[in-house]
């Protein structure tokens, strides 16, 4: 009874510890999947507004942007819903698990804490298996609220059996994510490691999900998990039996995460281990630039590789998107090629609107994996080693800050690069070259001024950084998705994405792009106030 008092009072305060991240997940998962409820409901709710989102959503274009529309006879709102939704609230779903994962399994061990609860009279595996608990209460209370909010807002053509598996299917999804990323902390010694490797994962699996659905490769939709929840077919097929292999899955991921903990010594990873380095350290890094520097490559690296991978796939279907007009002879017969074209690039120009947004979104998360390393070297005791060196605050403030906005920027390059060199070669006509410039510029001045808005909550309000991951994560998905919801401009423009979101569809005044890199200066001058005035740690 003892061990048992003394589990429920571990597990309690692993909750207590992850409350924070729960809480604003939850209301994140939560706010996106009513939101988009409301809206479809509402605006879709009739059979002629149904059968032209089903044509626009149908395209290869919107289909590798947000997911497959099922081809059957009759269509109705509980369907665009499931095709629509459950890719992009797996991803979220993923997400939330991957951070609670890492936390419990790598963060706790990197701070000691797992160090002194092994040394009472718990077992060697108690902590990782506490972790699992806590994922696995997560995952059914964050199943049981979406359940609950699909019964509250009914949709036509859905029940309480279907929206059960809805809801089911995508705590599942969170649950399989958890697990694979619990059999990575084992591997690896640092929770850096940890978490660039486990979202590297989930972003291939997503791409995975692209290139099966926009290619039609249905014989490999085992490869990705989110194939394995289009296949459920939710509220028209209702297959179960595509979620016996996850569940598999879950179960052996979990296993071997238990067999790897036992085989491992503390603060160590099966293949890496967290060694002392060199008696004496290279000319590269007796510097705090050059220290930081080694520090951070290995994830900027990571970034760099992602958003490259990811400009190569969506530049690869500007193809998809010329044919759209191309193929059709008729209407070449009838306007000409020259016409023809110019309808190809007002097509290409609508399609880079949504590439942008997404290239955008990756580098400004980019240059806060730099940005945020203040605070988390403030909380490991960094700043407690070198404060016996002469580096001033400002110095401090500007490594960071500035060595963030450098890898957003070195980010976008490298990404609309490789945007524009994979669809040179894809397309058989040249490009309009000055559509990619006028997008690459475009968007500069937005990415610029939301790493500043990161130096002003680095000055201000560290321990709040967390908070910008998501509230950009939810204004891009909102803007992403502003045509199917039909939000307000006023309400883009709560974000920088609202300033910018139609670009090179549509001009932007240079007022205000060279108003928003003035902002930025401010901010980033803001922020450097701020951290000059306020405690390091």
Known sequence: MKQTNHLGLLLRLNVKRDLKYIVIWLAVIMFMMISGLIKLTDVYGDTNSIQQLVSMMSTPIMTTMFGKVPEINHYNT???FGAIMIPMMGVLMGMMNIQIAVNGARREEAEGATELIRATSVKTETPLLLVMVELLVLNIVTTLLIYGSLLILPMQGANAGTSLLLAGILGMIGLFFGSVTLVIAQLFADARTVSMVSFAILGLSYVLRMIIDARGLYDFVWLSPFNWLESTQVYFGNHLRYMILPLILIAVFSILAVILVQRRGLNAGIIQTADQGRARAGMTLRGFVSVLSRLELKGVIGWQLGIAFMAMIYGSLFNEVADMVASNQNLVKVLGLQKVQG???????????????????????????????????AQIGVFDLLGSQPISRTKYFLTYTVGGQL???ISWIIGYLVLWVTASL???????IDLFMTAFWGYLPMILLSLAIGAVFIGWLPRWFYGLYIYFGVMFLLTYMKHLLELPDWFLRLSAFGWTEDIPAVSVSQVTLWGMVIISAILMAIGWLGFRRRDLV
């Open 78 to 80: 509980a369907i665009l």
């Open 407 to 409: 890898v957003g920027i």
């Open 343 to 377: 309808m190809q690039d007002e097509l290409f120009a609508r399609y880079m609107v949504m590439i942008s947004l997404l290239l955008a979104l990756l580098a400004i998360m980019a240059g806060f994996s730099v940005i945020q390393r203040q605070h988390k070297d």
């Open 426 to 432: 894809t397309v058989e006509r040249k490009l309009p």
